[in-house]
């Protein structure tokens, strides 16, 4: 259960982020696959992350307490709609840079539209941060604008795309942040997960 959410910080530099003495877990997809909408859900704070129907809001690494216990980390989307190649490239480069080296990620969860069929960009990032040793979980988003059948049919074809180059589909859970679907299972996992993280001495 949250009992208090609040924001600690935005920067575009990892080393910058409050110090790794607590689990964390980030959030990231394409532009416009929900997020804001399915952090506040999740935080049961409307506001707490900006939503807007303008892709790329989300250029900063936000960082916000739960519970005083755990981080979650609201990341720029990958995918953008309408930046320069300069800043792609400057994203790109701070999300890579904070995926591979913030010692106390425990799971990035990446948001993936359930609407919608297998989409390169998000099959190449999955790649990526499987290649890289980034721990996953994949959440399909907007279940409620479609048939439970429907969401199952794109997650089936997700699975086929990943099974290409991963040896099995990584954990996923279906949400909608509209009815709170999903809203449990993501927490009762992120609060299991928490259970086994010991900060690391430097």
């Not at 809001?57 to 709609?81: M, R, S």
């Not at 309408?82 to 425990?106: A, E, P």
Request: hydrophobic content about 40%; charged content about 25%; aromatic content about 10%.
């Amino acid at each position: 259960m949250i009992t208090s959410a609040e924001f600690v910080i935005s920067n575009t530099d990892y080393k910058k982020g409050p110090a790794e003495d607590k689990p964390e877990f980030a959030f990231i997809g394409r532009s416009n696959v929900g997020k804001s909408s399915l952090i506040n859900m999740l935080t049961n704070h409307s506001k707490l992350a900006k939503t807007s129907g303008r892709p790329g809001k989300t250029q900063l690494i936000n960082h916000f307490i739960i519970n005083n216990a755990w981080y979650l980390v609201d990341l720029p989307g990958y995918g953008f709609a309408k930046v320069s190649k300069d800043i792609k490239s400057k994203w790109d480069k701070m999300i890579k840079d904070y995926l591979t080296n913030r010692k106390n990620l425990l799971c990035t969860f990446i948001l993936i539209d359930s609407r919608l069929e297998p989409q390169k960009v998000d099959l190449e990032f999955i790649d990526w941060v499987g290649q890289s040793g980034v721990p996953i979980c994949l959440i399909f988003t907007k279940a409620d604008k479609q048939s439970l059948n429907k969401t199952q049919a794109t997650i089936a074809q997700m699975k086929k795309a990943l099974l290409r180059s991963w040896e099995e589909m990584p954990q996923y859970f279906i949400t909608s942040a509209e009815n709170k679907t999903g809203r449990e299972e993501v927490l009762n996992f992120i609060a299991e997960v928490s259970e086994s993280f010991e900060p690391k001495r430097f």
